[in-house]
Nanobody
Framework: QVQLVESGGGLVQPGGSLRLSCAAS????????MGWYRQAPGKQREPVAN???????TYADNAKGRFTISRDNAKNTVFLQMNSLKPEDTAVYYC???????????WGQGTQVTVSS
C-alpha cells in the first residue's frame, strides 16, 4: 500500500507560479512512475506530466514549456513547478503513483489550484 500526500496548491494570479509536491510513503516499488493529473469542473481528469523512476519525463501539450516535473527518489517525492499559469489551468491536481509493468496505482487526495485575478 502506498499513501500519497500532496501540498502546494492555492490561489495565484495569471502569469504567476506554483510548486506542487507529493510525498509517497508505504511499500514503494523502486520501478515506478509518478505523475500529476488534473480535473477541472465538468471535465474529465487529464494527465499533466509524469516521470519514471529513471528520470524520463513526459508532458501534456498544454504543459510543455510552462511546467516542469521532477522527483527526489531518496525522499519518494515528486514536484510540479508550474510557471506562466493561466486561468484554464484552474483544476484539482492529483498525484499518481504507478508500479511499472503492473496495474497497481494509487492516487492522492487532490490539491486545488486556482488561477484568477
Amino acid at each position: 500500500q502506498v499513501q500519497l500526500v500532496e501540498s502546494g496548491g492555492g490561489l495565484v494570479q495569471p502569469g504567476g507560479s506554483l510548486r506542487l509536491s507529493c510525498a509517497a510513503s508505504g511499500i514503494i516499488s523502486s520501478i515506478n512512475v509518478m505523475g500529476w493529473y488534473r480535473q477541472a469542473p465538468g471535465k474529465q481528469r487529464e494527465p499533466v506530466a509524469n516521470i519514471i523512476s529513471d528520470g524520463v519525463t513526459t508532458y501534456a501539450d498544454n504543459a510543455k514549456g510552462r511546467f516542469t516535473i521532477s522527483r527526489d527518489n531518496a525522499k519518494n517525492t515528486v514536484f510540479l513547478q508550474m510557471n506562466s499559469l493561466k486561468p484554464e489551468d484552474t483544476a484539482v491536481y492529483y498525484c499518481n503513483f504507478k508500479v511499472l509493468f503492473s496495474r497497481i496505482e494509487y492516487w492522492g487526495q487532490g490539491t486545488q489550484v486556482t488561477v484568477s485575478s
